[in-house]
């Protein structure tokens, strides 16, 4: 009986470990999918970089214009410096010269450039003796600065019959002669950015121009300038000081 009952407990554990080695061992779960790497930064892109004029007489301004998207720095060489991302800057050139931007961001690195042709005028013909007063001359006597209220380009009503007399005044330079171009310049006081003053400026001188030719002065004949604040006309830090420099200046075109 003792022999029967340990031939049976044998039995038992050998079924025990066969039907133990019919089960297979679960495979392990796949590893997880490699996460994606993040998508590069963009590279900065310079929309536009201009001057305009590009081409002007030795002594003349032209404007440097700028809009940047994407850069943490932008800087324009030749002695300007770091500037905004969009801008606007008056130079000076007196050769020619090539203006390159550099916006740099951390997507990397784009570069513009502008090129600002400075050409020299030919000596003036000697010209016979005028009778009676030049162009020049009814110019620079006859047509007189508007003026603006502060931070304002609107015409004042108080400023039309000064407005109407230069009208006059260039109707009668231009019938003298027809090849002659008035810029309209426009300037402000020393308060508010050089930037901010820029756009103003361009502001005066664009309604002062529209208001002209809305008074019979041929439009093709005025050109606009901004000089923002940088010409003024004094110095003083002073409200009278302040009132002479926010105004609308007549000058030949070159």
């Known amino acids: 009986m003792r022999r029967r009952r340990l031939t049976l407990t044998l039995s038992s554990a050998l079924m025990l470990v066969v039907a133990a080695g019919c089960h297979k061992k679960a495979a392990p779960p796949p590893p997880p999918p490699p996460q994606a790497a993040p998508p590069p930064a963009a590279k900065p892109v310079v929309n536009f970089f201009t001057a305009e004029p590009d081409t002007i007489n030795n002594g003349q301004p032209s404007s440097l214009r700028w809009s940047v998207t994407g850069a943490n720095t932008v800087e324009v060489d030749n002695g300007i410096g770091q500037v905004s991302p969009d801008g606007r800057r008056a130079v000076y050139p007196t050769s020619t010269t090539t203006y390159n931007l550099t916006a740099t961001g951390p997507g990397g690195t784009a570069t513009a450039s ?109 050109k606009t300038i901004s000089y923002g604040k940088e010409r003024p006309l004094c110095t003083d830090a002073t409200e009278e000081c302040y009132a002479r420099n926010r105004r609308a200046h007549f000058s030949a075109a070159q």
């Open 114 to 222: 502008t090129t600002i042709t400075v050409s020299t005028p030919p000596p003036p013909q000697p010209a016979p003796q005028p009778q009676g007063p030049t162009v020049q001359d009814i110019l620079a006597k006859q047509v007189q600065d508007i003026h603006f209220d502060y931070d304002k380009s609107d015409i004042r009503a108080g400023d039309q019959p000064v407005l109407q007399a230069d009208a006059n005044a260039l109707k009668q330079i231009f019938s003298m002669d027809s090849n002659f171009i008035v810029m309209v310049e426009g300037h402000c006081d020393e308060r508010g950015s050089a930037e901010y003053n820029l756009a103003l400026g361009d502001r005066r001188a664009a309604a002062t121009k529209d208001a002209l030719v809305a008074l019979g002065v041929p439009a093709d004949k005025l």
